[in-house]
Every structure is written in C-alpha cells, then in structure tokens.
C-alpha cells in the first residue's frame, strides 16, 4: 500500500501566526488527498479535498481562506493554518486514496496554538 | 450527505469476552465501509472492510456483516485481548475518490 508521511508531526506556535503542514504520498500518485481535523475524543472530521492542479473543495463550515490548500504535485499537498487560535489545537491528518476505496492515512500533525 | 452513526460510544469487555459495535448509514450510494482501529495519538488503522456485494467478513477473530436493506453494518471481535483496547471508528463511503464519513467512535477497553 502507499505510505504517507506528513510534516511537522507535531508543532506549537503563538496565536495569529500561520502554520503549514505537509502531506507526502512517498510511492504513490495521489491526484486526489483528503486532510481531515480530529479533536480530542472526537472523531476525524473532513475538511477538505485537495485536488492537484485546481482548487480544494471545502467542507461546508471549513474557512477556505483560513485554511489554504496547495496541491502543486502528484505527490506532495500542504495545508496552511493562516492566523492560528487557540481553537485550531487539533490533529491534523491527511489520507490518500489507494486502490478499491482503500484510504492511506498520513500520521498526523499535533497542532497546539498558545 | 452522508451521515454515519454509530454506538455505543463507549464499551468495556473482559479479556476473552466478544465485543460487537454497531453502525448506521443514511446515503444508498454509500457501497464501501471500512472499520479502523486508532490507538492514542497514531493514526487510524484499517482493520477490515466490506463492500454492499457481500453481507459477512471475517478475518482472524475480526467480523463485519453488512444489512444494505437496513443500511446497518457491525464490527464483531471474538477473544477479545488486552491489546484490542483502543477507538474503533466505523465509515462509510460511495467508493472511488470520495470522500470517507466516519461515525463518532467507539472507546473498547478489554479488561484482563
């Protein structure tokens, strides 16, 4: 199956600063990648799909200007937290869809904004 | 959409005991489910799925049977282990490129 890796795996930073978080589909082109949100004991939450060479497609309530979506590569899509509050602490995790509906999912970024 | 639901929230088993966990889904289109497994702070884990052609699958001490009439699908896990512990998430999909709705999750803790 494909291995995603994401970066930074985990990241603190102060409010009203961006942040940018990386997915990268190692041995597999991802044309398509989700990036999902999971706060604590809550379940994954999609945000949004990143489609390479056009524009994401938002979930309804998913701030598109708040969270910024690049997908410049078959391989790589990035997700930027732009003015970051305290109530954008989650876990981010994006998946890549393999073969026969079968998702890969990155490990997840550890965001904590003070 | 999609609406996944799923119960119950929380579950506690002894250790050798069988643990089934229940979901329901709203859209017809939806024809693929997997189940995954997500310990704290690591990613989800597929542990099995099943697609709309087939009603029951089983791997190992791991079962998923699928009523499309009903549009329920269950996770069934035999001789449960301490090391069954963790978040099982339930989901559903239309298959291809779309997008995976997850239900709330369940908290399993197999006492020994």
């Not at chain 2, 579950?11 to 229940?22: C, F, N, P, R, T």
Request: hydrophobic fraction near 30%; charge should be neutral.
């Amino acid at each position: 199956g494909a291995v995603v890796s994401q970066h930074p795996s985990r990241v603190i930073c102060k409010s009203g600063t961006s942040v940018k978080i990386e997915c990268r589909s190692l041995d597999f082109q991802a044309t398509t990648m989700f990036w999902y949100r999971q706060f604590p004991k809550q379940s994954l939450m999609l945000m949004a799909t990143s489609n390479e060479g056009s524009k994401a497609t938002y979930e309804q309530g998913v701030e598109k200007d708040k969270f910024l979506i690049n997908h410049a590569s078959l391989t790589l899509s990035t997700l930027t937290v732009t003015s970051a509050h305290p109530e954008d602490s989650s876990f981010y995790i994006c998946s890549v869809p393999g073969r026969q509906e079968t998702q890969y999912f990155g490990p997840g970024t550890r965001l904590l904004v003070l | 959409g999609e609406n996944v639901e799923q119960h119950p929230s929380t579950l506690s088993v002894q250790e050798g005991d069988s643990a089934v966990i229940k979901c329901t889904y709203s859209d017809s289109a939806s024809n693929y489910f997997p189940w995954y497994k997500q310990e704290l702070g690591k990613r989800p884990q597929l542990i099995i799925d099943i697609r709309s052609n087939v009603g029951e699958k089983k791997d190992q001490r791991i079962a998923v049977t699928l009523n499309k009439t009903a549009k329920h699908f269950s996770l069934h896990i035999t001789e449960t282990q301490p090391e069954d512990s963790a978040v099982y998430f339930c989901a559903a999909s239309s298959g291809g490129y779309q997008k995976v709705t997850f239900g709330i999750g369940t908290k399993l803790q197999v006492i020994p």
